[in-house]
């Protein structure tokens, strides 16, 4: 079977963190998060990869190229944003025969992945406590018999999780009209798929669609809490790590670190000397964290620097940011209540009682610099030595 993979979108409400990159590009522990879903594929056996791309298309073609794992590889171009049915429209002339779609900005069990694949036409449902902000399944005799979008009051709990194999006929029903949303959805595609064929739910216990920045900090969680420990890298025996911690070749760990898992240092990166590194931390490739530094619970992505004398916690900082000595990140609330962040333009609370900032690529702070929690601070913001810094930038 085919496999398509949506990766057009911007993720305009994963900003700043979506600027030089897409949203499916951006790191979740080793890899991009679209390569969680295209490796599950694979290993379900997707024959050929579409890969539907739009927005900064060149990242994710470079990454992939031709060929990813043995498997073929085709990019179909979507050219506006006009919705997720749209998205499998410009990439219907590669397909022949049944075929897989998956978001490329959710994290799947590959277990789920490899139960759709054999189990064509299905969908995989989740069992969710708020179905009425998702497209809810009703079932009979294990066969799908509606979906409702987000509704007041859900006939069920099961949640779909926007991965399907549908029957080669699908082909002929990806034009659908314009939704209430002002989009092509693909949850119309699958509405026509019920009516006609029999489509099995495959229920999974873990799926995550990550769509502002604590859920990319979320899918790295997961991530890196798979990781079996591994140290190919050059580390001090003056350096401590506890658990689960992976070392790539080419990455550095200097003496009087610690290091407790689950933790990934990527090749090129360098920790140390005389730093903590607390789970579940990424250290993408390139990145440093250096003397008299702590970082807990973050994403470091690629070339990022915190050099001195520095607290990060619970944030993601995008590429090649630089934190002066002495920077600190707040990540807690005095009255405990669960911290807020900006997503288009509007404050919302994250869940999360503990949560730090998010830092597009090319942020700098001066020395000593204060952040408070939920800050997002947009690509190439800076500040003065000494500022405490209370509004996002
Ligand atoms: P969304 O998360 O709904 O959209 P997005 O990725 O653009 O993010 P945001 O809402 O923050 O702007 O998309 C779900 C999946 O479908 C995701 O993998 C991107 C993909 N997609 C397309 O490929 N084309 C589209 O037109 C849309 C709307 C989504």
């Known amino acids: ?40 594929a ?7 990869l579409v890969l539907v791309v739009g927005y900064e298309a060149d990242t994710v073609r470079e990454y992939f190229e031709d060929s990813y794992r043995g498997v073929p590889v085709t990019y179909a171009i979507q050219e506006g944003q006009d919705g997720t049915a749209d ?39 989740v069992e969710v406590e708020n179905p009425s902000n998702y497209g809810v399944l009703s079932t009979e005799d294990d066969t799908i018999v509606d979906i409702v979008e987000k509704p007041a009051e859900p006939p069920t709990n099961l949640a779909n999780a926007g991965a399907y194999a549908f029957p080669e006929r699908a082909r002929e029903w990806l034009e659908v009209p314009t939704s209430e ?18 489509v099995t739910p495959v229920t999974t216990d873990r799926w995550m669609d990550v769509g502002r920045p ?43 670190v610690v290091i407790e ?23 993408d490739e390139d990145a440093s964290v250096g003397n008299a530094v702590e970082i807990k619970n973050s994403v470091l992505s690629r070339g990022t620097s915190v050099s001195h004398l520095s607290y990060v916690g619970d944030s993601v900082l995008g590429r090649n940011v630089n934190f002066g000595a002495g920077t600190t ?24 009682r503990k949560f730090g900032v998010v830092a597009g690529d090319e942020v700098k702070t001066g020395i000593n610099t204060s952040l408070t929690p939920g800050l997002k601070l947009d690509a190439g913001a800076t500040s003065k030595p000494g500022e405490v810094v209370e509004r996002d930038r």
């Not at 079977?1 to 790191?27: D, F, H, N, Q």
């Not at 949303?181 to 029999?198: M, P």
């Not at 990140?329 to 999360?352: C, M, P, Q, Y």
């Open 261 to 283: 898992g689950p933790a990934l240092v990527r090749s090129g990166a360098t920790v140390g000397p005389n730093a903590y590194v607390r789970g579940a931390t990424l250290v």
């Open 181 to 198: 949303r002002g989009e092509h959805e693909i949850t119309d595609v699958l509405a026509r798929v019920i009516d006609e064929f029999a």
């Open 87 to 125: 998205a499998v429209n410009a990439a219907s002339e590669h397909l022949d025969g049944p075929f897989a779609v998956l978001n490329g900005d959710n994290l799947y069990d590959p277990a789920a992945i490899d139960a759709l694949f054999d189990a064509c036409p299905a969908v995989c449902a």
């Open 214 to 256: 604590w859920e990319l900090l979320e899918a790295n969680e997961w991530k890196l809490g798979e990781l079996d420990r591994r140290i190919e890298g050059e580390v001090s025996d003056a350096a401590q790590l506890e658990g689960d911690v992976v070392v790539e070749e080419g990455a550095t760990v200097k003496p009087g």
């Open 329 to 352: 990140v707040a990540n807690l609330r005095h009255d405990d209540e669960a911290i807020k962040f900006t997503v288009k333009g509007e404050r919302i609370s994250t869940g999360r």
């Open 42 to 48: 694979i290993d379900a056996g997707a024959e050929e």
């Open 1 to 40: 079977m085919k496999a398509v993979v949506l990766a057009a979108g911007e993720g305009t409400r994963i900003r700043p963190l979506s600027g030089s990159v897409p949203k499916p590009m951006l790191p979740v522990a080793d890899r991009p998060l679209v390569a969680h879903t295209v490796d599950a």
